[in-house]
């Protein structure tokens, strides 16, 4: 066990992880994707805990590594033609998301309660506006242009998921900001 736990460390460090990083949030997106949905009245996308994957790959990850892991996911994606539909444009949005929300994120600052409180406040900040807001506006106007339903008509059928959004970011940068804090 402890051989295991040297090895995923040393993985994760230096020269292999810049590689492994993105591959290893890359799977857990798709495992994301292949634990299921939710439907929600009255929009033809699912709830899935792809959003909270891609706040965690953000927050945890460079923006350079969080962006090939979105990248991977999405070139998978596209080779089975799950970019095309409803869901298209959140599915685009996971790109733009993490990188501005990684951008945005700062650095974690955990070395008394208060840092460690205003890193995970700054931390949902950022997921907020990268993972909620740039997404959405992905995900809104792909599927106005998909489906040919108004903008408007849209955004107010998708405000089922601003509730569990917002939730995924408030946990994600809790688990973030206290994983630094372990470090």
Known sequence: MHHAILTIKSLSNGKFGSTFKPVLFALLLWAASAAGEIPV????VPITLQTFVI??????LPWRQAGAAIAL???AGASTLALVG???GFLLGFLPAAV??????????T???KGGMLTAAR???????????????????IQSAVTSVSL????????????GDVIKAVVASAVVAGLAKLR
Do not use: H, N, Q
């Open 55 to 60: 706040m965690l790959a953000a927050l945890m």
């Open 41 to 44: 009245p009255g929009t033809p």
């Open 100 to 109: 501005i929300t990684s951008l945005l994120k700062g650095e974690a600052r």
């Open 111 to 113: 070395d008394s309660a």
């Open 123 to 141: 931390y949902c900040g950022a997921a907020l506006v990268g993972c909620v807001a740039v997404d959405y506006l992905f995900g809104f106007i």
């Open 152 to 163: 408007p008509v849209v955004a107010v059928a998708s405000m089922g998921f601003v509730f």
């Open 73 to 75: 996911y999405l070139a």
């Open 86 to 88: 409803p869901s298209a």
